[in-house]
């Protein structure tokens, strides 16, 4: 999957993860929040990206690569602060239907059962990218 | 008795506040009132989502409006007292139109005393017809005076 010129100003990198790529983000002033803090709206743009990269991986798989999707709308639940650390999040798809796909992403640092946030994101799938 | 807590001006804290990932993204103050704020974000490239359509990353107007209902909040207050963001709910209406100024309006409908609600719109150009709509909640982070 090819990453949006987004994922570039908050420094994300991606790479093969099981199942839903896994993305990181590195510390740095450009995803700064208050001081010492990452922005909720930069953990969000994470969290973003690992849905739809887990959505794309899941598409492929299904032999559906050429579909199109829009996001619907994102609930995002913010439960510690992002520290001076490096941010990792990963994808996964609930449900993967003919017209929309629920899918959920999870964002940590230290360790992936302590979450810094979390997020549901409910796209609408077109019948073709070009549709 | 504790020192009270600073009086919040959002054009003084946007003056001096060109860092950070607001900074980064060029959300900038526009206006403001006893519980609300409007502020911009300008259309770069680099906050391109869909090249295909050269529209707008959503994560960028997520931002706007995090930060947006947050300054509401510390105008409702009538002080600057330090929160987090508990919770946002972000419905992607339209998409926004490639190349224009993203305008999110943040609103405080109530604020007890630890949790304050949220509410708000990003359009770009007619409010009437908005690109988002966000719902959320804010908590202090330190203590509170009642």
């Given at each position: 999957?090819i ?129 | ?5 600073p ?15 607001g ?45 947006a ?16 963001t508990?919770?946002?709910r ?46 959320g ?10």
């Open positions: 999957m990453l949006p010129p987004y994922a570039k100003v908050l420094g994300v990198t991606i790479e093969a993860g099981e199942g839903a790529p896994l993305l990181s983000m590195p510390f740095g002033e450009d995803v700064l929040g208050r001081p010492g803090f990452v922005h909720g709206g930069a953990l969000a743009g994470l969290l973003e990206l690992a849905a739809i990269a887990a959505l794309a991986v899941e598409l492929e798989a299904a032999g559906r690569e050429d579909v199109g999707y829009k996001p619907i709308n994102v609930t995002v639940d913010f439960m510690r602060g992002g520290r001076d650390n490096m941010t990792f999040a990963q994808g996964r798809v609930v449900r993967l239907g003919s017209r929309i796909a629920n899918v959920e992403a999870a964002a940590w640092q230290d360790a992936r059962d302590r979450p810094v946030a979390s997020a549901r994101m409910n796209f609408l799938i077109s019948g073709s990218a070009s549709a | 008795m504790a020192t009270p807590p009086k919040f001006h959002p054009r003084m804290f946007f003056s001096a506040r060109r860092y950070g990932h900074g980064r993204l060029g959300i900038d103050y526009l206006a403001h009132g006893p519980d609300w704020c409007e502020l911009v974000l300008p259309f770069s490239p680099d906050l391109i989502g869909d090249v295909g359509r050269g529209v707008l990353a959503s994560g960028p107007v997520v931002a706007l409006l995090d930060m209902t947050s300054v509401a909040v510390w105008l409702k207050r009538d002080a600057f007292v330090p929160h987090a508990l919770d946002l972000v419905d992607y209406l339209r998409p926004a139109a490639p190349g224009r100024t993203v305008t999110g309006r943040g609103e405080c409908y109530r604020l007890a005393k630890r949790v304050a609600f949220v509410r708000g719109i990003a359009h770009d150009g007619d409010p009437d017809d908005p690109i988002a709509h966000v719902a909640t804010f908590m202090t982070t330190g203590t509170v005076d009642a």
